[in-house]
């Protein structure tokens, strides 16, 4: 269980670092800019939480 948990921290890391990226490319004005920004947020939190569960 601990080591599925790790895995999906991981993922959900992974998943952050290409929404930086588009958030880097993309124009502060644009929707998706935006929708990256919350997601990123959403991810962290859930992140902080599966650590908790470790």
Same mark, same amino acid.
């Given at each position: 269980?601990? $080591?599925?948990?790790?895995?999906? !921290? &991981? @993922?959900? $890391?992974?998943?952050?670092? &290409?929404?930086?990226?588009?958030?880097? @490319?993309?124009?502060?004005?644009?929707?998706?800019?935006? !929708?990256?920004? !919350? +997601? +990123?947020?959403?991810?962290?939190?859930? !992140?902080?939480?599966? &650590? $908790?569960?470790?």
């Amino acid at each position: 269980m601990q $080591e599925q948990i790790q895995q999906l !921290i &991981r @993922n959900q $890391e992974q998943e952050i670092e &290409r929404l930086l990226e588009t958030k880097r @490319n993309t124009e502060p004005t644009d929707e998706l800019y935006a !929708i990256c920004e !919350i +997601v +990123v947020l959403q991810k962290q939190k859930f !992140i902080t939480k599966l &650590r $908790e569960l470790l």
